[in-house]
């Protein structure tokens, strides 16, 4: 079984959780093809696997004429009315504007280029990770190309469901892989119930657990670190008014900004409106490895966001031992407890974020207990294997039932099924 992954922009150091799951998934003996929707930037290629997995990704944006050419003449000449219905699907959505359905012209054309792709390496499978614009060529793709067709779902593409077509998504998926229970209970309020069956949740995961972090020297400013892009949806601005808080309260830290994005440049403004400049390091976008050591260096990690699924940094964290600080948002409480392995506060709320980080500051031996438990919490529940066994469980079932059509109709995995069949 072939399975080929599609991500909006593969490989990018955003993106390590995807590579995780495709190793894993490799490790078991299943064959994995990438295609990436954009090609990857030279800083999105920052240590030797990520510039080796880059060069067997096939990219979509920028085109090749020549090669799209061929794909535009293979698909009139062998599957014509595949294509009048692919274009259907993607041009005549009521209720969409002028602007939209252009977009969806431009998906059906990178989609003509991939299923082309698809049936070159004979495919069997096309899964997407995130339901974002990355899948709005998925579906079309896989729809050319009659291969089935499954998505994960994280947590961003579901604040705009409509904007992403989400239930047409879902309608025409084999399975969809949610991060958290949050996730799927988001995709059950925008789908039919006969839809609901479809919907599973398969964890992120960590290959190993990390090195303990060691504290800051007494008497030297704590490290508050937080790893994430410089988006809106993360709440920087929230978290640079709390650690003004803090030095209000007495407390003065240094914080870490790890990352990169549109809002680098607000985030810098504000930075020098709080007179914060000595005491907060922006570092860019880093490596695994560096992000490692910048985890050694921390007290405490946060994220101060708006929005997430299930967060990796903070998985990331609490592999590390550390006390992590986060909002209570989307799935984020399906892996932090409250004063248990990390400490949860309201989104927006700086008081209560400056609250959450001083205590966890003040009282070492609090953010020692809550570390340990953090540790056990990774090991139980966020490793990648059970999650690679999980998909594999997926795609095979999805083959199983394939193979033995038409004698029985193919049935939907029920929600929470587990099943792993031998490879054939």
């Known amino acids: 079984m072939k399975i080929a992954y599609l991500t909006s922009c593969y490989p990018a150091v955003s993106h390590t959780f995807i590579a995780r799951e495709i190793e894993a998934l490799r490790e078991r003996g299943l064959q994995i093809s990438t295609f990436s929707v954009r090609r990857p930037a030279e800083h999105d290629m920052i240590d030797k696997n990520a510039r080796e997995e880059a060069r067997i990704t096939k990219w979509l944006v920028p085109p090749s004429i020549g090669a799209l050419a061929v794909a535009m003449a293979w698909s009139i000449i062998t599957r014509p009315i595949r294509l009048c219905r692919a274009f259907a699907s993607a041009t005549l959505k009521r209720n969409e504007t002028l602007k939209q359905r252009l977009l969806w012209s431009c998906y059906l054309i990178e989609a003509v280029l991939l299923a082309y792709w698809l049936g070159n ?19 079309l793709a896989a729809m050319l190309a009659d ?3 499954s998505m994960t779902c994280h947590g961003s593409e579901l604040n705009e469901v409509e904007h992403f077509r989400l239930p047409d998504k879902v309608a025409s998926a084999s ?5 958290s229970h949050y996730g799927r209970a988001q995709l059950m309020l925008a789908c039919p119930p006969e839809q609901w069956s479809k919907l599973h949740v398969v964890r992120c995961g960590l290959k190993s657990i990390g090195h303990r972090a060691a504290h800051s ?8 670190l937080c790893v994430g ?15 003004a808080e803090l030095r209000k309260r007495g407390l003065k830290t240094k914080l870490t900004l790890v990352g990169d994005g549109p809002m680098r440049e607000t985030i810098k403004s504000r930075i020098q409106t709080l007179g914060l400049n000595s005491d907060v390091t922006l570092t860019g976008a880093l490596d695994p490895e560096s992000v490692a050591s910048q985890y050694a260096q921390a007290d405490v990690v946060v994220l101060a966001s708006f929005s997430e699924g299930v967060p990796v940094v903070l998985m990331e964290a609490m592999a590390h031992g550390l006390p992590v600080v986060a909002t209570r948002v989307g799935g984020v409480p399906e892996l932090v407890e409250h004063a248990s392995n990390g400490v949860l506060v309201a989104p927006g709320n700086i008081e209560e974020l400056a609250a959450g980080l001083e205590r966890v500051l003040s009282d070492r031996a609090f953010a020692s207990t809550i570390g340990d438990e953090a540790i056990k919490t990774i090991c139980n529940r966020f490793l990648i294997g059970p999650s690679a066994e999980q998909l594999i469980g997926l795609f095979r079932h999805l083959r199983a039932n394939q193979e033995q059509a038409p004698q029985r109709e193919s049935q939907p995995l029920r929600s929470n099924e587990f099943v792993c069949l031998e490879e054939s």
């Not at 390496?121 to 579906?139: I, K, P, R, V």
């Open 121 to 139: 390496e004979q495919c069997d499978h096309l899964h997407c990770h995130f339901g974002n614009s990355g899948a709005n060529t998925g579906m």
């Open 147 to 149: 291969i089935p067709f």
């Open 175 to 179: 399975f969809v892989a949610c991060v």
């Open 217 to 224: 020297p007494a008497g030297e400013k704590p490290n508050v």
């Open 229 to 243: 892009r410089l988006s809106k949806e993360k709440g920087h601005l929230i978290l640079l008014d709390a650690i």
